[in-house]
């Protein structure tokens, strides 16, 4: 069984950067597929923000381009995300998923973790 | 903001059927695959509906979807409690070349 699981600071400061990890168990990153991220601000809906293929080509939201770099580390088995220059917009709980990239969907989810900016 | 737009939400008492639409345009739902999640607060979404149509294994039959031309509907037979959830819609959008998902349909067991 595929499992994620986000980890990373609940707290990030305004202009500062936020930076979360996944950690894949039950499947090798190395083997394939797409790994992404999204997140859901506080009342709000689902937002795409990134995804990274195995080979660590990456494919981003142009929403949040400028500020996004996904990684990923497959003898650690787990992928990164990293914002910078948040602001308050960017409270959210962010989540973890395999991705199958373009219209295909996200198969497997983490149980997500909230990140708050704030000073 | 989202460019899929669903019902903010729907209502049924238990055993009755329910159905959620999604209305998109030709950048996205016409053109490409439509996936559908089911989402509990505090947990995973689940993924339900791949490929306009198709039910992962271990999702129960009760859960079916359709699409046609810009729209697409999730339909939900034999309502049970347990099925109360945040519903979302997915796909591709062309013109945006982003993975986008609807607003969101709380479904509400009566």
């Known amino acids: 069984q595929v499992q994620l699981q986000e980890s990373g600071p609940g707290l990030v400061k305004p202009s500062e950067t936020l930076s979360l990890i996944c950690a894949v168990s039950?499947?090798?990153?190395?083997?394939?597929?797409?790994w992404g991220w999204i997140r859901q601000p506080p009342g709000k809906g689902l937002e795409w923000i990134g995804t990274?293929?195995?080979?660590?080509?990456?494919y981003y939201n142009p929403s949040l381009k400028s500020r996004v770099t996904l990684s990923v580390d497959t003898s650690k088995n787990h992928f990164s995300l990293k914002l910078n220059s948040v602001t308050a917009a960017d409270t959210a709980v962010y989540y973890c998923?395999?991705?199958?990239?373009?219209?295909?969907?996200?198969?497997?989810w983490g149980q997500g973790t909230l990140v708050t900016v704030s000073s | 903001q989202s460019v899929l737009t669903q019902p903010p939400s729907v209502s049924a008492a238990p055993g009755q059927k329910v159905t959620i639409s999604c209305s998109g345009s030709?950048?996205?739902?016409?053109?490409?695959?439509v996936s559908w999640y089911q989402h509990l607060p505090g947990t995973a979404p689940k993924l339900l509906i791949y490929e306009n149509n198709k039910r992962p294994s271990g999702i129960p039959d009760r859960f079916s979807a359709s699409k046609s031309g810009t729209s697409a509907t999730l339909g939900i037979t034999g309502l049970q409690t347990g099925d109360e959830a945040d519903y979302y819609c997915g796909t591709w959008d062309s013109s945006l070349s982003a993975k986008v998902f609807g607003t969101g349909t709380k479904v509400n067991v009566l």
């Open positions: 990274i293929y195995h080979n660590g080509n990456t």
């Open positions: 030709s950048s996205n739902i016409e053109y490409n695959y």
């Open positions: 998923a395999r991705d199958h990239y373009g219209a295909y969907p996200f198969d497997y």
């Open positions: 039950g499947y090798s990153i190395n083997s394939g597929y797409y």
